[in-house]
């Protein structure tokens, strides 16, 4: 007889996931993160020349600081006070030179520390999706910025990965790729929540087709496995693969930048 977990549980179950395949590939996902390079360049671009009201920063889901280190090269100014980096894996926050040795892991899932009330800057890329409620937790990040205060994120939405789940139908297997966020859904939670938006662009990026063993070993050497879907078994696996498409393998990106209504009278 199979257990059937609560809500609570299937989410830890979920988060030790997550925490277990990228605390495995610490020392590989940089060597496979240049879809994740080239975003943080993209977002460090964008916050160049942001008016940043006095407040905290803080990079979320940081892993080893592609993103910090994209914006100290857009805003040298920030070197001296670089962004609390928070992340969930320690071994990616061992390779994060934003760390500091005495930074301790932080579950986004629990919404952002009392210290970060009041933000004049808080940036993300490719961690929202690895949320239990994406949008909500989009919305809380909103609320707690300061009047003036920026969010800059990226993470890829619905609409990826469109090679893998063809291949699962064809197959007539599950897709264990991980269930993504809709664009219009984030757009709408950070209005909602009182953000006005300067940038919502989507933004599609492939990887040349290589076969869906190569994408899954792709993915694995980017610590980026966990499911919310069992694994497949090995015949299943085999006519997932036999049925992979000759297609690229494609990431559909929501880069996202908003500002929470500065008081009146400011700039």
Known sequence: MTAVLSADEASSAFSQRVLTGFGRQAASYEPQARLQQSVAWRLGRLCRDLPLPAGPSADLGAGSGLLSRALQVHRPELAQAPPLQLDLCPELLARNPFAGPTASPW????????????????????????????????????????????LVLALPVAGSFAAWQAAASAAAVPCTALPLPRAEALLEAATSAGLELRHGQQLRFSR????????????????ATASRQPPLAAGQLRRLLAHWPSAPLRWDVLLLLGRRPAAAGAP
């Open 208 to 223: 040349p087709h290589q076969g869906g063993l190569a994408t899954l070993r792709h993915l694995r050497l980017l610590g």
């Open 107 to 150: 579950d986004l899932n629990q919404g952002l520390p009392p210290a970060l009330s009041g933000a004049a800057l808080l940036l993300s890329s490719f961690a929202l999706q690895w949320l239990d409620d994406p949008a909500g937790q989009l919305a809380h990040w909103s609320g707690r910025l300061a009047p003036g205060g920026w």
